[in-house]
């Protein structure tokens, strides 16, 4: 999300879920969203079905939104720059873009044009693989829109340009005036329910709650006195993928890991392993005993969303209630008893009669957050930006001005993936999320329904490519790549492009995140999942 | 320009262009119009005629959901002309299922119920015969259809297709015999369908069932709590149905974002809350390379309370690294990285929003 806050000032979705319905044109890149986000699809799906609106699909994969778009492009994986470049190039050549907003609310726009000029959609068919006529088409079809949606998720940031897809992504929207009005806007979907909040919460190496800069002594100071220490710490943290690299040169000696599964999450996961084992503090808080917690030198247990209460704030920036339904399960514990539990061990005494308490004091330190309370929260839930008791919270962002004041293009070229298929590795490796289980699983596999719908990790393979390899639907496959390899049953689907295999990653047993690539985006530090080189065959 | 208005019961009102008159009603506070294929959000059929009001000037009785309000309108939504007519739609419904309160899901909240005894019509005399054959399918995990209570009001299959769009039943074979089916009808497992559960929600009788909260006791032995979803970044708001501690079901609530809508992991997906692979105690593992051994709580937080100290106090609190959770509520991720920051010193502080 940093590509975003850099263009826009904010990282977070710029408009709302509802507005989808509403849109004139709603461009998917990089979102498997009738499996990821099926209720934003169905939104989608009504828009593209029932409101007669235009729906581009930009994926290599046939997924199911492409059913209901007017127009599918089936780029090469990790060419999304150089595709979104040469719709830049289309709309500025034909003087598709708004004039007046890029001169009153943008900067740098003579950089962009510069650089976009050579994606012609005949140069940026030889990268992508999509026909020249169909970038044109897509091109036309979004700049002619009145309100423009984008549309995308981890496909995007999953790359090691992700913070350049997403600014890319960015310049598009800006270009053609679809940024601050309803219906528009860049719109990155949060994949688990609230990551958006332990973002806005300072869940971060670099800010307190409400993206107040750790480096800013200003901020500081105002932390520290709200929370009554001398003073913290002015550096900036490592990020999580950094962290754990990190404990084999000695950088990091303990861990507290609250309801987190690097151990099958982390990209090149058996590296995160071996890291954790040589920690001399291994602290895991979790509902179940995950893959992670069986390393841990302490397992909390913790309660469920349903034993507590509490806030989530939802990829569209609204701030819900989470309301306690039954008692805590076994002699676990919500989350932040536990915590406070630890710091009044510690000498720095946290006594909160409830979340509540602990909810005022969030809107005292954060701006944003400011004007909600749980008494509102009563009557559904607020957007923020929300500063004060009167504001009734914010639909889209970015209304007149942005949040950085101007919106700001930034020239990008692209890139090829940090591993690219060859001889040895022959194949395009793509991993993912299916609709019927979630993350690592240690939920959805722990629901009798959707473990019957989806039972065990299947390598989504083309039908080219199974007669290439001799595959049948149901065969047993080796998969490889440079760092490891899994045995999963192969599936031969019409979703898959040839050359291309898609591996979901929720499956201990068979874990995709064995054979990804640990290389990061420099800046967000964000694996890069969506592409490897990889071969199979049959085990 | 005067706004356009019709007459309701004897009052005046203004209405919006377009609007049904349902619709009309429904804002000027009249929620007496009885309605059993109508569902919010989708296509006005008109097809169970439950919803029949008269019209001045109007030849029949019309379907209040369906018909459009237009100016100087007078309509009536009560009277004994359409009691009678109500009434015969109820006979009618009834008569073509085996209606059995007494053992079905429904009971205490189908609106065929309801609307039943509102009506005082008993299951009539010539109703089939109970030995009769009904489609029942039982062959997944999460929903089973019943079809000797469906009134073929078709809102499953608007559900679907128009407030889910996922496009996997229709009405089928057209005529007497017609009943919704799932592609070439097949059972749902073995169809397009997706389980997102729209179809039970918009069911209004016991004909379509979350199989999980079946003989889990009755709707008013439940108590509804409105939540959030805990599994993807939509946050849809859910009605958990609790019964004597445990969760008996969950359902889309009537709030933004999702206005009714879940998906298969929000509707069927709570099974893990009170699976028994949860963890009931604090786990400690006293030496490197000894067990993980259940323990006190006070054991467990002393150890990590000291532990920490030890590690701080011997590298320093830049060594240390706490990471908050993409799962966890904000008022605990807030709390996590008030403690890194603020208790032991140290900034390495993230969570999993990039995977
Ligand atoms: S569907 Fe309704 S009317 Fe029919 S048996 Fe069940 S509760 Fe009674
Ligand atoms: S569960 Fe969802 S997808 Fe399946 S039939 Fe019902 S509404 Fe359609
Ligand atoms: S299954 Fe339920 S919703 Fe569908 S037609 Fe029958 S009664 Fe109506
Ligand atoms: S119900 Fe489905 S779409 Fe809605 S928040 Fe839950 S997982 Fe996401
Ligand atoms: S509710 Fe109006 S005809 Fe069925």
Redesign the interface.
């Known amino acids: 999300?940093a590509g975003l806050a850099a263009s826009f000032g904010s990282g977070a979705m710029t408009n709302?879920?509802?507005e989808l319905e509403n849109t004139d044109c709603i461009l998917v890149i990089g979102s498997n969203t009738n499996e990821?986000?099926?209720?934003?699809a169905?939104r989608i799906?009504?828009a593209a079905?029932?409101k007669n609106k235009d729906l581009i699909v930009i994926d290599p994969r046939k997924q199911d939104l492409v059913k209901?778009s007017r127009l599918w492009l089936r780029q090469v994986p990790g060419t999304d720059i150089a595709l979104v470049n040469a719709m830049m190039q289309v709309i500025i050549a034909e003087k598709l873009y708004d004039e007046a907003y890029v001169t009153e609310r943008t900067e740098n726009f003579e950089a962009l044009k510069e650089t976009v000029a050579k994606y012609t959609p005949e140069y940026a068919e030889k990268i992508t693989g999509v026909p020249a006529a169909q970038i044109i088409e897509a091109a036309r079809i979004y700049a002619k829109a009145k309100a423009g949606s984008i549309v995308y998720c981890m496909g995007i940031?999953?790359h090691t340009v992700g913070t350049d897809n997403v600014k890319t992504l960015a310049n598009l929207a800006m270009l053609c005036g679809n940024v601050g009005i309803e219906g528009g806007g860049v719109n990155p979907?949060?994949?688990?329910?609230?990551?958006?909040?332990?973002?806005?919460?300072?869940?971060?190496?670099?800010v307190?709650?409400g993206y107040q800069a750790?480096t800013d002594p200003a901020n500081r100071e105002k932390?520290?006195k709200a929370?009554g220490?001398e003073n913290?710490?002015d550096?900036?943290?490592?990020?999580?993928?950094d962290?754990l690299p990190a404990i084999s040169k000695?950088?990091?000696?303990?861990?507290?890991?609250?309801?987190?599964n690097?151990a099958l999450?982390?990209?090149d996961a058996d590296h995160a392993i071996k890291a954790m084992q040589q920690l001399?503090?291994l602290?895991v808080q979790?509902?179940?005993?995950t893959e992670t917690?069986?390393l841990?030198?302490?397992?909390?247990?913790?309660s469920?969303?349903?034993?507590?209460d509490?806030?989530?704030?939802?990829?569209?920036r609204?701030?819900?209630?989470?309301?306690?339904?039954?008692?805590p399960?076994?002699?676990?514990?919500?989350?932040?008893q536990?915590?406070?539990?630890?710091?009044n061990?510690?000498?720095?005494p946290?006594n909160y009669a409830n979340?509540e308490a602990?909810?005022e004091?969030?809107r005292l330190v954060t701006p944003s957050y400011a004007g909600i309370s749980y008494k509102r929260l009563e009557s559904?839930?607020l957007q923020w930006p929300c500063p004060n008791e009167e504001h009734p919270g914010t639909v889209y962002l970015h209304k007149d001005w942005f949040a950085k004041g101007k919106g700001t293009f930034f020239a990008i070229d692209h890139k090829d993936p940090a591993e690219m298929p060859d001889a040895e590795y022959p194949l395009y490796l793509t991993t993912g999320r299916l609709?019927?289980q979630?993350h690592s699983g240690?939920?959805?596999r722990?629901?009798?329904?959707?473990t019957?719908?989806a039972p065990e990790c299947l390598v989504e393979l083309s039908p080219e490519d199974a007669a290439k390899y001799g595959v049948a639907s149901g065969d047993q496959l080796r998969v490889r790549t440079r760092r490891g390899q899994i045995t999963a049953k192969a599936h031969i689907s019409h979703k898959a492009v040839a050359g291309t295999i898609f591996i979901p990653f929720h499956f201990a047993e068979a874990s995709a995140n064995k054979l990804t690539n640990a290389a990061l985006d420099p800046v967000?530090?964000?694996?890069e999942?969506k592409v490897c080189a990889v071969q199979i065959e049959k085990a | 320009m005067s706004k356009a208005t019709l007459n309701l019961d004897g009052m005046t009102v203004e209405f919006q262009p377009g609007q049904t008159i349902l619709e009309v009603a429904r804002s000027h506070g009249i929620f007496t119009i009885p309605t059993l294929c109508f569902l919010k959000d989708t296509t006005a059929t008109g097809s169970c005629r439950m919803c029949m009001v008269e019209v001045e000037k109007a030849r029949t009785l019309l379907p209040a959901c369906a018909t459009v309000a237009a100016p100087g309108m007078a309509i009536k939504t009560e009277s004994p002309r359409i009691d009678v007519a109500r009434k015969m739609v109820l006979e009618l419904v009834l008569s073509s299922g085996n209606h059995n309160c007494l053992v079905c899901e429904a009971n205490g909240e189908c609106e065929l119920q309801a609307l039943a005894y509102r009506y005082q019509v008993p299951t009539p005399s010539f109703a089939n015969p109970p030995d009769t054959k009904y489609y029942y399918e039982s062959d997944?995990?999460?929903i089973v259809r019943d079809f000797s209570k469906c009134i073929m009001c078709g809102r499953c299959v608007r559900g679907c297709n128009?407030?889910?769009?996922n496009q996997a039943i229709s009405i089928g074979y057209r005529g007497s015999h017609n009943k919704i089916v799932a592609k070439a009808d097949n059972p749902y497992?073995n169809s397009d369908c997706?389980?997102?559960g729209e179809c039970v929600q918009s069911c209004p009788v016991g004909a379509l069932l979350d199989k999980?909260s079946m003989h889990q006791g009755r709707s008013w032995e439940r108590h509804q709590?409105?939540?959030?979803?805990?599994?993807?970044?939509?946050?849809?708001?859910i009605d958990?149905h609790?019964k004597g501690?445990?969760?008996v079901k969950a359902m889309g609530a009537h709030?933004?974002?999702?206005e009714g809508?879940?998906?298969?992991?929000?509707r069927?997906?709570?099974?893990?809350?009170?699976?028994p692979?949860?963890?009931?105690?604090?786990?400690?593992?006293k030496k490197?390379g000894g067990e993980?051994e259940e323990a006190t709580?006070d054991e467990?937080?002393?150890?990590?309370?000291a532990?920490?100290?030890e590690?701080k106090e011997?590298?320093g609190?830049?060594?240390?690294?706490?990471?908050?959770?993409?799962?966890?509520?904000?008022?605990?991720?807030?709390?996590?990285?008030?403690?890194?920051?603020?208790?032991?010193?140290?900034?390495?502080?993230?969570?999993?929003?990039?995977?």
């Not at chain 1, 000695?250 to 987190?260: D, F, S, T, V």
């Not at chain 1, 967000?524 to 694996?527: D, F, G, H, M, V």
């Open positions: 999300m709302s879920i509802g990821n986000h099926p209720v934003i169905a799906k009504r079905r029932l209901f940031t999953q979907l949060r994949g688990q329910n609230n990551v958006q909040g332990a973002c806005d919460m300072g869940g971060l190496p670099n307190f709650s750790v932390m520290a929370w220490v913290l710490p550096w900036v943290g490592m990020t999580m993928t962290m000695g950088g990091i000696k303990a861990l507290y890991i609250m309801g987190e690097p999450t982390d990209p001399e503090l602290v979790d509902i179940f005993l917690g069986k841990a030198d302490v397992v909390l247990p913790a469920s969303f349903a034993e507590k509490g806030t989530f704030s939802n990829t569209e609204r701030v819900s209630r989470v309301r306690q339904a039954i008692h399960v076994g002699q676990s514990r919500p989350d932040w536990i915590v406070c539990e630890i710091s061990r510690l000498g720095y946290m979340p602990i909810f004091e969030i559904g839930g609709l019927y979630y240690t939920m959805s722990r629901a009798v329904g959707l019957e719908k967000s530090k964000i694996p999942y | 997944n995990s999460m128009e407030r889910q769009v497992i997706v389980f997102c999980n709590v409105r939540t959030t979803c805990p599994y993807c970044g939509v946050g849809c708001q958990l609790v501690g445990h969760i709030a933004l974002p999702n809508r879940l998906c298969v992991k929000g069927f997906g709570m099974g893990f809350v009170q699976h692979d949860r963890l009931k105690t604090p786990l400690l593992r490197k993980l709580w467990a937080l002393d150890f990590v309370a532990r920490l100290k590690v011997k590298h609190p830049e060594k240390i690294g706490g990471w908050c959770s993409a799962r966890a509520t904000n008022e605990e991720d807030y709390l996590m990285q008030k403690l890194m920051r603020a208790v032991i010193g140290t900034n390495h502080v993230d969570h999993c929003a990039r995977l």
